[in-house]
């Protein structure tokens, strides 16, 4: 019995071989885009902020595209007229999240378009695509240049208390230096 589950492995050896080699090639998931579903353009938006002049100028946001194939990061320049697009999958859906960038907060996103649902979240928005269209739908993400650490009136406030109580030492101690001497 022993000897021919061993012979019989020997010669099913350069078959299991071939189906080794093979496999990954009948087997392997693709995380290609879909060919059909719904265009839709990421781009990124600082109001006030001129278009760029040189590449050196660009001011780039990050984002993430996640849908049933994955997730995907990409970055995103600011103010200028050409946007990534992807194409969300028909009677599917996909989430596009703007990672935080330091020195600006998010604003709002602003989706021209038809034939497709958004929903906004946190820092992104939620793409539903019902019906296949060739239409492409831009979705502009609109940041704010972030405030910077103003002191608050209370911290003017304390301010202003303590050089008020250093110039009454130094007028006290001027006084006691004049009156001892």
């Known amino acids: ?107 709002s996103v602003e989706c021209e378009g038809t034939g497709i649902d958004f929903i906004e979240v946190e820092n992104g928005i939620l793409v539903a695509c019902d019906e296949a269209r060739r239409e492409l739908t831009t979705c502009t993400f609109v940041n704010q240049i972030g405030s910077l650490n103003v002191p608050t009136m209370s911290e003017w406030g304390m301010t202003g208390v303590a050089a008020a109580l250093g110039l009454i030492g130094v007028f006290y101690a001027v006084r006691r230096r004049k009156a001892s001497a």
């Open 1 to 107: 019995m022993v000897r021919k589950l061993v012979y019989g492995f020997n010669l099913s050896l350069p078959v299991l071989f071939t189906v080794v080699l093979l496999t990954p090639f009948f087997t392997a998931e693709s995380n290609a885009q879909p060919t059909e579903g719904c265009p839709v353009a990421i781009c990124a938006s600082i109001p006030g902020l001129p278009p760029p002049e040189s590449e050196s100028e660009l001011i780039f946001f990050d984002y993430e595209y996640t849908d049933s194939f994955g997730a995907e990061t990409f970055e995103v320049a600011a103010n200028v007229q050409k946007c990534p697009a992807f194409i969300v999958q028909q009677f599917g859906g996909a989430q596009i999240t703007q990672l935080p960038r330091r020195g600006y907060n998010l604003e």
